[in-house]
């Protein structure tokens, strides 16, 4: 039975170096929750705090209701799955998912039952007979989640599963990946560097930096409403505009940006004249205007992908922007070298506070207890 998992203001710390500091976060029974961040934001090692691998310094962890700080890690009832997969070469694919069960002293025709039931699930029963040299890495990869589901554990913990497969074969298994732990319902902890993989397989995502978590929320809401500039360009990309207030006039704020360019952006929290902010606005968010209506730049580089195009733009400011545009929504392909006029969308685009970096569109929170 799946439970959720409650952090409260845990600690992890080797000697003088804190890597864990103060971090709490809930999450639900059933989900797949991501801790999301680059290398040695701390994701791994509150992972392996939850698997009882490493110790907590202060705070406590609970399953449900219970704290399992001094739990040891054989009682914890969790399944991890590695990155190495950690598959034993000795073994076939049946032997190997079979292995928990065994240590469980299960029936047999239990054992057989389960063993079954998982490999159908994760589909690989076609390959039950093979030893783990003769299977491709996301076949290894389904055995080693099917031996990790397969004793029935009440918390998944997934350690970046997929950083060791090709391009095409992540595809692949994080599509199997979700619909096999919707399917089993389990309580997945999942960590990941790669913020694509996270967005396309989340319930919801933690994104992490230096041991604290910046933001909680579902995808969308964090690729489209960041709660601040570390989530904003750590999840996609962002160009980056200065820009000053220059009034404020009903919902909307008036802003000139640091190339001159008007905008006026709707839901903002209380600003007043000659306030500075940023302006953050992804490549996505531009279209293409007429003079009058868009802000000049100059097209520096153009890459057609067949149905996209991505240009760098330069629109007077410290750096090039990069702008993507639908190839099957535009009049016209531009080249490197010409003048074009585009405007942003301005309830797509955030603003943050230049000095903390935090949103001032109203209603984003970060939702971290």
């Known amino acids: 039975m799946a439970v959720s998992i409650n952090i409260q203001n845990v600690k992890k710390q080797y000697d003088d170096n804190v890597v864990i500091r103060d971090l709490s976060a809930h999450i639900q029974s059933g989900e797949l929750f991501t801790l999301l961040g680059p290398s040695g934001c701390g994701k791994t090692t509150l992972l392996r705090m939850i698997a009882g691998f490493n110790s907590i310094e202060a705070g406590t962890i609970s399953f449900d209701d219970r704290v399992i700080n001094n739990i040891p890690v054989y009682q914890r009832n969790f399944g991890m799955v590695f990155q190495n997969y950690a598959i034993f070469p000795n073994m076939t694919v049946y032997r190997n998912i079979e292995y928990g069960l065994k ?20 589909q690989i029963a076609p390959y039950k007979d093979r030893y783990p040299e003769k299977l491709s890495g996301g076949q290894q990869q389904r055995v080693a989640l099917a031996r990790a589901i397969v004793v029935q554990p009440q918390v998944l913990l997934m350690d970046e599963p997929l950083s060791n497969l090709d391009a095409k074969l992540r595809l692949e298994m994080r599509e199997a990946i979700r619909q096999i732990q919707k399917d089993v319902g389990i309580t997945t902890v999942y960590v990941t560097h790669d913020q694509e993989e996270a967005l396309a397989i989340s319930d919801r995502i933690a994104v992490m930096n230096r041991g604290d978590i910046q933001q909680i929320d579902e995808p969308e809401h964090i690729y489209q409403r960041p709660y601040n500039t570390f989530v904003a360009d750590f999840i996609g990309h962002s160009n980056h505009f200065a820009g000053e207030v220059r009034g404020v006039e009903g919902s909307l704020t008036h802003i000139v940006l640091e190339n001159g360019h008007p905008i006026a952006m709707p839901g903002l929290m209380p600003l007043k004249q000659g306030d500075r902010v940023q302006v953050f606005v992804r490549p996505e968010e531009f279209t293409f205007a007429s003079k009058e209506q868009g802000m000049e730049g100059k097209v520096l580089v153009k890459l057609f992908l067949g149905r996209y195009i991505n240009y760098r733009i330069d629109f007077g400011g410290p750096q090039a922007a990069e702008v993507t545009v639908d190839a099957t929504t535009v009049d016209r392909i531009h080249d490197a070298g010409d003048s074009v006029y585009l405007t942003v969308n301005t309830r797509r685009a955030n603003v943050f506070h230049p000095d903390t970096g935090v949103t001032l569109v109203e209603g984003v929170v970060s939702n971290v207890p």
Do not use: D, F, G, W
């Open 103 to 122: 240590n469980k002293k299960l029936s047999k025709q239990e054992i057989a039952q389960r063993v079954e039931a998982i490999m159908e699930t994760v």
